[in-house]
């Protein structure tokens, strides 16, 4: 079973409360929230006040990118607002493992995120701690990017590491995902789903997450 997270950088910012009312009443898993700090990342999203006004919105589980340098700054300020899986960047933490550790410790999920052209190398000696690998299949920063295909290659590479030494942790892909090819995607091994434009740019939200599960299949 696949879980849909779709990505509200993609929402009306102007009704937030409502549109996230809508994703979790259409069915979705997580809700995926984008933090972008206009350093690590070329643009600026939302950041701790905004998630803990929309939590009151939600009981779904809040999934939170944080594409910020030196996020270790602000995982507690995170954890406070709601979050309840943290993903930081591998290029964003000069001490991931503590970075990891951190998180873990306030009792929430971990997720480490590879931007397109970094290896799985990097995360070789913490992958047994963590709860989640995020695969950027687009550059972060930007929704309605176009999905990079050799982030198929990666995901299955991803699966056979984590297979291969008894893992469970969760393989989330983010960035340019479609009706189109999720299915490929899942088949690679992935099994979170985040979809921004796919979700939002639509007219039945409910029927477009049906949908995506259809496709995933
Ligand atoms: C990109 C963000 C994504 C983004 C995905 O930097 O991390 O979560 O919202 O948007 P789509 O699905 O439109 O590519
Ligand atoms: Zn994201």
């Known amino acids: 079973m696949i879980k849909l997270a779709p ?10 409360g409502q549109d996230i009312q809508m994703i979790d009443q259409a069915g979705c898993d997580y809700i995926h929230i984008d933090v972008m700090d206009g350093m690590f ?5 939302l950041g701790v006040p905004v ?11 809040f999934d939170v990118h944080l594409m910020i340098e030196e996020p270790s700054r602000y995982i507690e300020a995170f954890k406070n607002a709601g979050a309840d899986i943290i993903t930081v960047h591998a ?9 990891v550790s951190l998180i ?4 929430i999920k971990a997720g480490v995120s590879l931007n397109p052209a970094t290896p799985i190398s990097v995360i070789e000696y913490v992958i047994d701690q963590l709860d989640m690998v995020l695969v950027m299949s687009v550059n972060p920063g930007f929704g309605g990017q176009a999905f990079i295909p050799s982030a198929l290659h990666k995901i299955n590479a991803l699966r056979d590491v984590i297979c291969g030494r008894g893992l469970t942790c969760d393989i989330e892909v983010d960035g340019g995902v479609t009706l189109d090819n999720v299915k490929s995607i899942v088949d690679a091994g992935a099994n979170v789903i985040v979809a921004g434009s796919a979700i939002f740019n639509c007219d039945d939200v409910e029927k477009r997450i049906k949908a995506f599960r259809d496709a995933a299949e």
């Open 7 to 16: 990505s509200i950088l993609s929402a009306d910012f102007a009704n937030l």
């Open 41 to 45: 990342v070329p643009n600026i999203s």
């Open 51 to 61: 998630i803990k006004r929309v939590r009151e919105y939600t009981d779904k589980v």
């Open 91 to 99: 290029e964003a933490c000069k001490h991931l493992h503590r970075v």
């Open 104 to 107: 873990k410790s306030y009792g």
